[in-house]
Structures are given as structure tokens and as C-alpha cells.
């Protein structure tokens, strides 16, 4: 089983919706949160990075992360259609900061 | 600003074939990490450059791997006896600082838009 799991949709919204996307760990030593989006074709980009539990927010996209239910979540407000993508959760230690582990990344259509 | 950059971007090779995937980093990022992601799936960690040195190649899954960075910029990663479980896409990503996971403003890690490898 991995470490990290993510449903892998596909998702399908009507613009101007409220998108909810989460992830599940199994590895409680992972304190680093993060979410990328990844259009087709292209590499993942960051959206949102989170330290330990808590919430973030930037814009129209909020980060969630709760430690105690290994649990993490991204909320995207008012969606567009330019936000269709694959979004990608990932995660890590401080042992090995550097080795980001990526849930299979769920698949968005927002439709106008 | 130039990103990273990765070549080429799609690759056939048949099986045995060898191959080299070229990346160039975002000019004077330490940090060069090589990630493998099969469709459908998550990008898997590959392995981890600090300038020219390697410092994890634990995510390589085979022998048939090598990654290197001689003069700390540029990287390739080769691989060997091509077999069909390699087809992937590799994706490159690059650092500003020593990657540590707790500094999000010089560790974010910026990838390139990967190579497709289509092994036959």
C-alpha cells in the first residue's frame, strides 16, 4: 500500500463551484504538505505548501491539513475552467525534505 | 525567465536500446532531482543532486540506471537495456537552495515538463 492515496477522479464541476480534494498518509512523520497542479503535458507546478496541521489560504484556494487523522485537503473556490488539471498532493519529512511522495493526483474538469 | 528545461521531449527507443534524457536546471539551483511518473500515476522519486554530487540515488529501480551532474548544472539520466516497464515520463526538477523540505521559499522545487520515454 502506498504511503500516500488520492482518489484519482475523474472530478467534474460546473464553473463556479466549490472544489474539495484530499489526500490520505500512513506515515506520521511527514510535515510537509503540499499541492501541485498539472496540466496535460506539462510539469507539476506548486499551488500550496502547509507546515504541520492547519490551515492556508491564497486567493481562491485554501489548504487543510490535519495531522491527528493523516488527513489533508485543498478547497478551490469559484473554480474556472482554466483550473482543469490533474492536482497532485504531496508530502514529506525533514529526514528526507528533499524526496517530495505525490499521491496518483486526482483529475479536474471544471465546465463552463 | 527560462525554467527548466528537459530533452527531448518524447522518446521511442526499442527494447534494449539505450538512452539519455538531458536536463537543464533554472540557473544556480544546488538542488537537481530526477522524478518518474507512469500514467496515471504520482511522480516517483528517482534521485537527488547537491550541486555535482549525488546524494540519494535510492529511488532508482534498477542498475540499469545512472544519473549524473558532472559540473553541477546540467543532468542526464541514462538508462540502459531499455525494457518495456521503463516507458515513463522522467521529470526534472530543480531547486534555488540545499533542499530540506522546511523552507518553502528556496526549496520549492520547479519541474521541468518532462521527457516521454515509449519503450517497444
Known amino acids: 500500500q502506498k504511503e500516500v492515496e488520492q482518489d484519482p477522479g475523474p472530478l467534474s464541476v460546473p464553473e463556479g463551484a466549490i472544489v474539495s480534494l484530499n489526500c490520505t498518509y500512513s506515515n506520521s512523520a511527514f510535515q510537509y504538505f503540499m499541492w501541485y497542479r498539472q496540466y496535460s503535458r506539462k510539469g507539476p507546478e506548486l499551488l500550496m505548501y502547509?507546515?504541520?496541521?492547519g490551515n492556508k489560504e491564497d486567493g481562491r484556494f485554501t489548504a487543510q491539513v490535519d495531522k491527528s487523522s493523516k488527513y489533508i485537503s485543498l478547497f478551490i473556490r469559484d473554480s474556472q475552467p482554466s483550473d482543469s488539471a490533474t492536482y497532485l498532493c504531496a508530502m514529506t519529512n525533514s529526514n528526507s525534505g528533499y524526496a517530495l511522495n505525490f499521491g496518483k493526483g486526482t483529475s479536474l474538469l471544471v465546465t463552463p | 525567465g527560462a525554467g527548466v528545461s528537459q530533452s527531448p521531449r518524447y522518446k521511442v527507443a526499442k527494447r534494449g536500446q539505450d538512452v539519455a534524457l538531458r536536463c537543464d536546471p533554472i540557473s544556480g539551483h544546488v538542488s537537481l532531482f530526477w522524478y518518474q511518473q507512469a500514467l496515471g500515476q504520482g511522480p516517483e522519486f528517482l534521485t537527488y543532486?547537491?550541486?555535482?554530487?549525488?546524494?540519494?540515488k535510492s529511488g532508482l529501480p534498477s542498475d540499469r540506471f545512472f544519473a549524473e551532474r558532472p559540473e553541477g548544472s546540467v543532468s542526464t539520466l541514462k538508462i540502459q537495456r531499455t525494457q518495456q516497464e521503463d516507458s515513463a515520463v522522467y521529470l526534472c526538477a530543480s531547486s534555488l537552495a540545499i533542499a530540506s523540505g522546511r523552507a518553502p521559499d528556496t526549496d520549492t522545487q520547479y519541474f521541468g515538463p518532462g521527457t516521454r520515454l515509449t519503450v517497444l
Open positions: 502547509t507546515y504541520s496541521s
Open positions: 543532486f547537491q550541486n555535482e554530487a549525488q546524494l540519494d
